[in-house]
C-alpha cells in the first residue's frame, strides 16, 4: 500500500482531520502518542488551497468547494451519493459483505481492531459504497471508494463490491460509475487477498466492456496506488476533479528514486489533462449534468 497524505500542509481544516486517518497514531519512533487534533465543528473552515477562512455552510452549499478559490473539499462517498444521484434513489448492493482478517495481522494495531474503529469513525464497513442509482432519471450502477477508511485501499470486500456491481452493470445493461477515491492500493493488512482484487476487478470491467457497457472513472482527490493502476484508469471515459492528485507511487517517493526535479504540477489533474491520461476536468458542481450528457451522447 503506498501511504499518501492528501493534505501535508499541517492545517488543522476538515480535510486533513477527516481523511488522515493516521492523525491519532503514533509517530515514526513508535512510542510517542500524537496529540490528536480532532475535527473543528466550528461555523469556519480553513481553505487549505487560498489559506481563507471561509463559512463552512457557503462550501456546503457548493458541494464542498471553496467559494474563494475553487478548491475541492473531501467529501466522503455517502455525501457524493447524494451530491451525484437523484435525490432517495440510491439503492445499497452487497452492503452485508464485510471485511475479516484472514491474517491476524497487526502493525501498530491490530487489523481486527483497525477495522473496529475505522466502521466506527466513519459510519462505513468498509473503504467503498456500490449501488444502483439514477441520475437526472437515467439509470446507473456506481460505486465510490472513500479515503476516510483506511485511505480508501482495496481490500478484499472492496474489490468484491466492485466486481459484484460491474457484473450486475454488465448483466442489466447499465451505465457504470465509479468514484475513486483512494489514497491507496492494495490494502497490505490483507496481503494477498487484497493484491488479487485489481486484477478481478479490471477482469470484470474487461468482461463489461466486451459487452458494450460505458464506463465512466472519475479521479478525485487522491487516487492513488493499486486503484490508479486498475479500475481507475480503465475508463471508456475519465473525468477528474480540478487539482486532484493523481499518480501510483507519491511524488515523494518518485522524486527520491529518480532523483530529478519533478515537472510543475507533476500528477495533478491538469498536467494529466496535458499528457492525455484524462479525458476532461470536470467542476464537482457540472459532474451530474456531464455524466448525464456523456450517457446520452454514447446513446446508453
Ligand atoms: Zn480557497
Given at each position: 500500500?503506498?501511504?499518501?497524505?492528501?493534505?501535508?500542509?499541517?492545517?488543522?481544516?476538515?480535510?486533513?482531520?477527516?481523511?488522515?486517518?493516521?492523525?491519532?497514531?503514533?509517530?515514526?519512533?513508535?512510542?510517542?502518542?500524537?496529540?490528536?487534533?480532532?475535527?473543528?465543528?466550528?461555523?469556519?473552515?480553513?481553505?487549505?488551497?487560498?489559506?481563507?477562512?471561509?463559512?463552512?455552510?457557503?462550501?456546503?452549499?457548493?458541494?464542498?468547494?471553496?467559494?474563494?478559490?475553487?478548491?475541492?473539499f473531501?467529501?466522503?462517498?455517502?455525501?457524493?451519493?447524494?451530491?451525484i444521484l437523484?435525490?432517495?434513489?440510491?439503492?445499497?448492493?452487497?452492503?452485508?459483505?464485510?471485511?475479516?482478517?484472514?491474517?491476524?495481522?497487526?502493525?501498530k494495531?491490530?487489523?481486527?481492531?483497525r477495522?473496529?474503529?475505522?466502521?466506527?469513525?466513519?459510519?462505513?464497513?468498509?473503504?467503498c459504497?456500490?449501488?444502483?442509482?439514477?441520475?437526472?432519471?437515467?439509470?446507473v450502477?456506481?460505486?465510490?471508494?472513500d479515503?476516510?477508511?483506511?485511505?480508501?485501499?482495496?481490500?478484499?470486500?472492496?474489490?468484491?463490491?466492485?466486481?459484484?456491481?460491474?457484473e450486475?452493470?454488465?448483466?442489466?445493461?447499465?451505465?457504470?460509475?465509479?468514484?475513486?477515491?483512494?489514497?491507496?492500493g492494495?490494502?497490505?493488512?490483507?496481503?494477498?487477498?487484497?493484491?488479487?482484487?485489481?486484477?478481478?476487478?479490471?477482469a470484470?470491467?474487461a468482461?463489461?466492456?466486451?459487452?458494450?457497457?460505458?464506463?465512466?472513472?472519475?479521479?478525485?482527490?487522491?487516487?492513488?496506488?493499486g486503484v490508479a493502476?486498475?479500475?481507475?484508469s480503465?475508463?471508456?471515459?475519465?473525468?477528474?476533479?480540478?487539482?486532484?492528485?493523481?499518480?501510483f507511487?507519491?511524488p515523494?517517493?518518485?522524486?527520491?528514486t529518480?532523483?530529478?526535479?519533478?515537472?510543475?504540477?507533476?500528477q495533478?489533474?491538469?498536467?494529466?489533462l496535458?499528457?492525455?491520461?484524462?479525458?476532461?476536468?470536470?467542476?464537482?458542481?457540472?459532474?451530474?449534468?456531464?455524466?448525464?450528457?456523456?450517457?446520452?451522447?454514447?446513446?446508453?
Amino acid at each position: 500500500m503506498s501511504t499518501l497524505p492528501t493534505n501535508s500542509s499541517g492545517s488543522a481544516d476538515a480535510v486533513s482531520a477527516s481523511a488522515g486517518a493516521a492523525t491519532s497514531e503514533t509517530v515514526a519512533n513508535g512510542t510517542t502518542p500524537r496529540k490528536k487534533r480532532g475535527i473543528p465543528e466550528g461555523l469556519w473552515l480553513r481553505c487549505p488551497s487560498c489559506r481563507n477562512a471561509i463559512f463552512r455552510k457557503d462550501a456546503d452549499k457548493r458541494s464542498k468547494i471553496c467559494p474563494e478559490c475553487g478548491y475541492h473539499f473531501y467529501v466522503s462517498a455517502p455525501e457524493r451519493l447524494e451530491q451525484i444521484l437523484d435525490s432517495g434513489t440510491f439503492e445499497e448492493w452487497d452492503a452485508n459483505l464485510l471485511p475479516t482478517d484472514p491474517l491476524s495481522f497487526a502493525d501498530k494495531k491490530a487489523y481486527a481492531d483497525r477495522l473496529k474503529a475505522e466502521q466506527k469513525r466513519t459510519k462505513m464497513t468498509d473503504a467503498c459504497v456500490t449501488g444502483g442509482g439514477m441520475i437526472r432519471a437515467r439509470r446507473v450502477a456506481i460505486g465510490i471508494t472513500d479515503s476516510a477508511f483506511i485511505m480508501g485501499s482495496m481490500g478484499s470486500v472492496v474489490g468484491e463490491r466492485l466486481a459484484r456491481m460491474i457484473e450486475r452493470a454488465g448483466e442489466q445493461n447499465l451505465p457504470l460509475i465509479i468514484v475513486s477515491g483512494s489514497g491507496g492500493g492494495a490494502r497490505m493488512h490483507e496481503g494477498i487477498l487484497s493484491l488479487m482484487q485489481m486484477a478481478k476487478v479490471s477482469a470484470a470491467l474487461a468482461r463489461y466492456h466486451s459487452k458494450g457497457g460505458l464506463f465512466i472513472s472519475v479521479l478525485t482527490n487522491p487516487t492513488m496506488g493499486g486503484v490508479a493502476a486498475s479500475f481507475a484508469s480503465l475508463g471508456d471515459v475519465i473525468f477528474a476533479e480540478p487539482e486532484a492528485l493523481i499518480g501510483f507511487a507519491g511524488p515523494r517517493t518518485v522524486k527520491a528514486t529518480i532523483r530529478l526535479e519533478l515537472p510543475e504540477g507533476f500528477q495533478t489533474s491538469e498536467f494529466l489533462l496535458e499528457h492525455g491520461f484524462i479525458d476532461r476536468i470536470v467542476p464537482r458542481e457540472g459532474l451530474k449534468s456531464e455524466i448525464a450528457r456523456v450517457i446520452d451522447y454514447c446513446g446508453k
